[in-house]
C-alpha cells in the first residue's frame, strides 16, 4: 500500500479533527512506547530460542532399565504390595 501526500494529508485532518491537536503528541507517544516494547518482547522470544536451540532442544529420552524377569516379578510384586 503506496500513500501519496494528498492520502497522508487526509489522514492527518481527520485525526485532528476526531482527537484534538492537544491529544495527538499522547496519542503517537503512546504508539511508539507500544511499539518498542512489542519490537523489545519479539527480540526476547529471538533470543531464547536460539539459547534453547544451542542447549539441544530435545529433552533426554527415558533410559530403559535392563531387568531381568525375575527381577521385574519382584519389582512388580512389591508395587502391587505397597497399593
Known amino acids: 500500500m503506496n500513500f501519496g501526500t494528498t492520502e497522508i494529508i487526509l489522514i492527518v485532518a481527520v485525526l485532528f479533527l476526531l482527537f484534538g491537536a492537544t491529544r495527538l503528541p499522547q496519542l503517537a507517544k503512546s504508539l511508539g512506547a507500544t511499539r518498542k516494547a512489542f519490537k523489545d518482547g519479539m527480540r526476547e522470544a529471538e533470543e531464547e530460542e536460539k539459547a534453547e536451540q544451542l542447549k539441544g532442544a530435545s529433552p ?22 505397597v497399593n
Open 60 to 81: 533426554a529420552s527415558p533410559q530403559i532399565s535392563s531387568m531381568s524377569d525375575d527381577e521385574l516379578a519382584a519389582e512388580m510384586k512389591r508395587r502391587a504390595e
